[in-house]
């Protein structure tokens, strides 16, 4: 195994239609339908950065849900590793629709997943070094590690005076 990836070895995308039985009564993706298709697609780029077969969700740490997604749309997501932890994986997911009269794609949505790949044991297995390159997956990489610490604070699994990356986003850089 590799001791680091990039992103882009990640990378998963899936395309398809929204059918009548994706829709609600507004004629616009079920929610649930979405988050199931990001669910899907993060542990495929999972799988796909630890190099694990099996890999399950720990958390659904970010939903947006920005824009309806109207019936009959085409809908492509885009999932990518953001940070790879000691056994963990947060996976960046991003929605799009396409225009046809424009023919461009368009941002709708986005979500961020947290997964922990598992051995044949279903024990937690370590996953390979992440080495961003581009300066949206160096943004993304850096602020992953400001929401886990966020969410060991708020689990009390860390005392607030050692999220040292969030301290940084409060400090008085006037001086």
Same mark, same amino acid.
């Given at each position: 195994?590799?001791?680091?990836?990039? !992103?882009?070895?990640?990378?998963? /995308?899936?395309?398809?239609?929204?059918? !009548?039985?994706?829709?609600?009564?507004?004629?616009?993706? =079920?929610? +649930? &339908?979405?988050?199931?298709?990001?669910?899907? @697609?993060?542990?495929?780029?999972?799988?796909?950065?630890? +190099?694990?077969?099996?890999? /399950?969700?720990?958390?659904?740490?970010?939903?947006? =849900?920005?824009?309806? @997604? !109207?019936? +009959?749309? #085409?809908?492509?997501?885009?999932?990518?590793? #953001? %940070?790879? =932890?000691?056994?963990?994986?947060?996976?960046?997911?991003?929605? *799009?629709? *396409?225009? *046809?009269?424009?023919?461009?794609?368009?941002?709708?949505?986005?979500? @961020?997943?947290?997964?922990?790949?598992?051995? $044949?044991?279903?024990?937690?297995?370590?996953?390979? &070094?992440? /080495?961003? &390159? #581009? &300066?949206? $997956? @160096?943004? %993304?990489?850096?602020?992953?590690? %400001?929401?886990?610490?966020?969410?060991?604070?708020?689990?009390?699994?860390?005392? !607030?005076?050692?999220?040292?990356?969030?301290?940084?986003? =409060? $400090?008085?850089? $006037?001086?």
């Amino acid at each position: 195994m590799s001791k680091t990836k990039t !992103p882009k070895e990640s990378l998963a /995308v899936m395309t398809n239609l929204v059918l !009548p039985n994706d829709s609600n009564q507004l004629n616009n993706m =079920f929610g +649930g &339908e979405l988050l199931a298709r990001m669910d899907r @697609i993060s542990a495929i780029s999972a799988k796909m950065h630890s +190099g694990s077969l099996q890999v /399950v969700t720990a958390s659904v740490n970010h939903v947006s =849900f920005n824009q309806p @997604i !109207p019936l +009959g749309s #085409t809908v492509k997501l885009e999932s990518k590793v #953001t %940070r790879a =932890f000691k056994t963990s994986m947060e996976v960046y997911v991003d929605v *799009y629709i *396409y225009d *046809y009269n424009q023919e461009t794609f368009t941002k709708t949505n986005d979500a @961020i997943y947290t997964f922990v790949a598992l051995d $044949e044991n279903n024990k937690p297995v370590e996953v390979p &070094e992440l /080495v961003p &390159e #581009t &300066e949206l $997956e @160096i943004e %993304r990489y850096n602020a992953a590690l %400001r929401r886990k610490q966020l969410s060991l604070v708020l689990a009390k699994r860390m005392k !607030p005076s050692e999220a040292h990356e969030l301290k940084v986003l =409060f $400090e008085d850089h $006037e001086n």
